[in-house]
């Protein structure tokens, strides 16, 4: 079975700081793809970054970057120049075949 | 990009009604669509995932008969909450995929509160 485990419930930051988010994933499967979702108050789900596994290259998306150690099992996402508009929950989730899997997520919030 | 568009975004119904929640995608063929739950400050909970044309499989623990899900076109899915009571009252997010590239879409859900 896969699962993906967030460590840190909330976490905070300063305006205009760098702030790493946490994720480790188990799975046997050797094709998968990973993602950070972004669930500000209105509760859309917003995709904020997406890996796929076979590539050993982090993705990156504007201030959004991730490291992503397969080995591991491993994927934090990195929030450079935090804005206040960052503060948000912010769910790790892993998908193999049909089967789409959520970490239990971070509430980051950005302090002025 | 991809849209899904799920209706209505708030509901209120009273208890022992049924009530319809809809997911479409608007701009792609979704093979694939899931239903979630999600409690105040918690994960998303998979309740079911959805072929078209086919059963839903619901997840351990998702009665079936309440939950009916219904996927007749690649561009609709729909999720009846039947016999509704207060504690079905929750948040419901749909999502869709094409197949294609691991690409999910999510609708920008229901509140759901049966009185």
């Known amino acids: 079975a896969q699962t993906v485990t967030q460590s840190q419930p909330e976490m905070s930051v300063q305006e205009a700081e760098t702030v790493t988010l946490s994720c480790t994933y188990d799975?046997?499967?050797?094709?998968?793809?990973l993602f950070w979702y972004k669930q500000p108050p209105s509760r859309q789900m917003i995709l904020v970054i997406r890996?796929?596994?076979?590539?050993?290259q982090n993705a990156t998306e504007n201030r959004f970057s991730v490291n992503f150690q397969k080995a591991a099992k491993s994927f934090s996402l990195k929030i450079s120049d935090s804005q206040l508009g960052d503060t948000a929950m912010y769910f790790c989730a892993f998908a193999t075949g049909n089967q789409f899997y959520f970490g239990t997520g971070t509430s980051l919030t950005v302090i002025p | 990009g991809a849209v899904v568009s799920q209706h209505p975004s708030r509901v209120i119904c009273k208890s022992g009604t049924s009530v319809k929640i809809e997911c479409r995608s608007l701009?792609?063929?979704?093979?694939?669509m899931f239903w979630y739950r999600q409690f105040p400050k918690q994960s998303l909970m998979l309740m079911a995932t959805?072929?078209?044309?086919?059963?839903?499989?619901?997840e351990q623990g998702v009665e079936k008969d309440k939950f009916l899900i219904n996927h007749a076109s690649l561009t609709l899915s729909t999720l009846t909450v039947t016999s509704a009571h207060p504690e079905d009252s929750s948040f419901y997010i749909c999502?869709?995929?094409?197949?294609?590239?691991?690409?999910?879409?999510f609708g920008s859900g229901t509140r759901l509160t049966v009185v």
């Open positions: 890996q796929e596994a076979y590539k050993q």
């Open positions: 701009d792609f063929q979704a093979t694939t």
């Open positions: 959805s072929n078209e044309g086919s059963k839903a499989t619901y």
């Open positions: 799975t046997s499967e050797s094709n998968y793809y």
């Open positions: 999502s869709a995929s094409s197949g294609q590239s691991y690409g999910y879409t």
